[in-house]
């Protein structure tokens, strides 16, 4: 139980006093991601965790307060470990570039319109000059058309199997997820498409 974290219950008076306290600090982050990346295998460790570092702390400071954002370690080790795998799965592209999409691609779809272009900035000041296409799954988007257009009747929209595949990612790297949005924006048409697309490919 931690005090104070969102989340977390408080410890009852009585409780608190058959412990003794303790002193506890903020971890720095930096050499954490500096470690993980290269457990992940990237050679140029050292300086793409300062980079990571920096966009999160001015993420935290200058994008809206959203209940759902979090710029915290939990955040970053997600971030990281998504990270290793695009490495691995693509060896040739450079190192900044492919932590600066897994940057872009694992949180741009938590974070609301009116945020996207000062976070997208916030990446493009970071990496300059770096241009990674976004990779969405290509099979898993083929087939969320499909089911789309010939299962439930419904439009498929380029910008809505987007958010079907992201939906899928962003659940790749979170035990759970909330899909926020106004009433009527297709919150519950996105995950039963995603669910009706995992059924039709088994």
Not at 54 to 79: E, I, P
Not at 167 to 177: G, M, P
């Amino acid at each position: 139980m931690n005090p104070g974290y969102a989340g977390r219950s408080e410890l009852p008076e009585n409780l608190k006093a058959l412990f003794r306290s303790c002193a506890m600090v903020v971890p720095d982050l930096i050499p954490i991601c500096e470690n993980m990346l290269m457990s992940e295998g990237f050679s140029s460790a050292k300086e793409l965790s300062k980079k990571f570092v920096t966009l999160y702390k001015l993420s935290a400071d200058l994008l809206s307060f959203q209940k759902h954002y979090d710029w915290g370690l939990r955040a970053v080790k997600s971030v990281l470990r998504q990270a290793g795998i695009i490495k691995r799965a693509d060896l040739h592209i450079p190192e900044n570039d492919l932590l600066m999409r897994a940057l872009r691609d694992f949180n741009i779809p938590k974070i609301v319109y009116d945020d996207e272009k000062i976070f997208l900035r916030l990446i493009s000041d970071l990496f300059p000059g770096c241009d990674c296409p976004t990779k969405l799954d290509a099979q898993l988007q083929k087939a969320a058309k499909e089911t789309a257009k010939n299962t439930l009747g419904l439009l498929d929209e380029k910008q809505f199997i987007v958010k079907v595949v992201n939906l899928n990612e962003i659940l790749q790297v979170r035990h759970c997820c909330f899909i926020l949005g106004s009433p009527g924006c297709g919150k519950t048409t996105v995950w039963s498409t995603l669910l009706s697309t995992f059924k039709a490919m088994g």
